[in-house]
């Protein structure tokens, strides 16, 4: 078996609305997929259909092999669920809590103290295995619910925003457990809005936008496919930077005769004052910034540096740390940005160039959907 999970046009409506439309994925086995969304995009619904506690409207799914319609026994069986608000009786302890859910699954009595006890190591809650879960802390409470929901097994976890409110240290020992868990074969599936946790976790990622999948990829994938994205963008942005700045210079020139102050050949300060007004223009603009420390910083450097072509900003703090604006896609930028410093005497101690992040690519793709919506 080759996919966890496959969805064949799997829907979800509500009366007249619809909260699934119509979603077609694969998500591999053995891999950690993420799944991410603005509130009431579709994410939990969905989790729902998967997990047989919603019936899909039309289209189905299938769960380790199993269609959820027609075999949701099957599919109870070989999954695990963290929801997001902790399903746990509150008055009963971690170890029990873990013991009804072993009973549930009909887990043999002379595993189940064995597994409980293995699973508490595991997650680090031994300690307070004789605990109430109304005495636990988030993390604590987070750390039982995984206890219950791995007891018997699953070949397949759902976890419902899991270090939602939890302190960094806490959230590491999750991410690190996320990750043993997928290296000891389980597939995972993480409902998140922690970029940075996706971003490290997933081997794929879906972003889901009013009830649709608007992006599948790795997460790499999508990064890179927003940096073409921003290249067609920009190409765009400049043709359209370019005429409107030769229609305001057409204008000042009706008004003060044959002065084509725009395109006189004077100084670097006034050729950059035009490059600030494309940038002003181009607010859309997507550049990438980078960022060095110069040891021997000199007025030559900054000049050459200024009159680059895809040089669209530059900052000097403290006569040591030049940040610039920089066009992604200008050919060799970088490395001639680095020859002006360096054939001038200047020694780069460090360098820092920012590439965009799963963030951009979430809010690019769930912008694009509300445009499409409104439309
Ligand atoms: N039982 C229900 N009846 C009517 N609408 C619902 C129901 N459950 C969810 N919805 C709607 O479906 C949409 C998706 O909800 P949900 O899947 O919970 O979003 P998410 O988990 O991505 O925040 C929301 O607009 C929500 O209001
Ligand atoms: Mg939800």
């Known amino acids: 078996m080759k996919y966890a999970i496959e969805t064949f046009d799997l829907k979800k409506q509500y009366k007249n609305f619809i909260a699934v439309n119509s979603i077609n994925m694969k998500i591999p086995n053995k891999t950690i997929f993420g799944m991410l969304g603005p509130n009431g995009a579709g994410k939990t619904t969905t989790i729902k259909m998967l997990t047989c506690l919603a019936q899909p409207t039309s289209g189905t799914a299938t769960v380790g092999g199993y269609d959820v319609k027609e075999n949701p026994d099957e599919v109870r069986e070989l999954l695990g669920m963290v929801p997001q608000q902790v399903s746990l009786y509150k008055d009963l302890t971690i170890k029990e809590n873990a013991e009804l859910c072993a009973d549930y699954y009909g887990v043999p009595v002379d595993e189940k103290f064995d597994r409980i006890d293995e699973l508490m190591e595991l997650v680090d809650i031994k300690?307070?295995?004789?605990?109430?879960?109304?005495?636990?802390?988030?993390?604590?409470?987070?750390?039982?619910?995984?206890?219950?929901?791995?007891?018997?097994?699953?070949?397949?976890?759902?976890?419902?925003?899991?270090?939602?409110?939890?302190?960094?240290?806490?959230?590491?020992?999750?991410?690190?457990?996320?990750?043993?868990?997928?290296?000891?074969?389980?597939?995972?599936?993480?409902?998140?809005?922690?970029?940075?946790?996706?971003?490290?976790?997933?081997?794929?990622?879906?972003?889901?936008?009013?009830?649709?999948?608007?992006?599948?990829?790795?997460?790499?994938?999508?990064?890179?496919?927003?940096?073409?994205?921003?290249?067609?963008?920009?190409?765009?942005?400049?043709?359209?930077?370019?005429?409107?700045?030769?229609?305001?210079?057409?204008?000042?020139?009706?008004?003060?005769?044959?002065?084509?102050?725009?395109?006189?050949?004077?100084?670097?300060?006034?050729?950059?004052?035009?490059?600030?007004?494309?940038?002003?223009?181009?607010?859309?603009?997507h550049l990438k910034e980078m960022s060095f420390l110069v040891k021997n910083l000199s007025d030559k450097i900054v000049d050459e540096i200024i009159n680059n072509p895809n040089v669209f900003s530059v900052d000097i703090i403290n006569n040591e740390r030049v940040t610039l604006k920089i066009e992604s896609f200008g050919e060799g930028v970088i490395t001639e940005v680095l020859k002006s410093v360096l054939n001038n005497g200047g020694l780069i101690e460090s360098i820092y160039t920012q590439e965009p992040s799963l963030e951009d690519v979430f809010i690019k793709a769930t912008a694009e959907v509300d445009e499409n919506a409104r439309a």
């Open 127 to 285: 300690y307070a295995q004789d605990k109430t879960i109304n005495q636990l802390s988030g993390g604590q409470k987070q750390k039982a619910s995984l206890v219950a929901s791995l007891v018997h097994r699953p070949d397949i976890l759902f976890l419902d925003e899991p270090t939602i409110g939890l302190d960094p240290t806490t959230k590491r020992v999750l991410w690190n457990l996320i990750e043993e868990l997928n290296e000891s074969g389980h597939t995972i599936i993480l409902c998140s809005h922690d970029m940075h946790e996706v971003d490290m976790l997933c081997d794929n990622v879906g972003i889901i936008n009013t009830g649709n999948l608007v992006a599948y990829d790795t997460p790499q994938g999508l990064k890179d496919q927003l940096l073409k994205e921003q290249k067609e963008e920009y190409s765009e942005n400049i043709k359209i930077a370019l005429s409107k700045i030769y229609e305001e210079n057409n204008k000042d020139s009706e008004d003060i005769e044959e002065d084509d102050e725009f395109s006189k050949p004077n100084g670097a300060n006034s050729k950059w004052a035009d490059r600030e007004r494309d940038i002003k223009i181009t607010k859309e603009l």
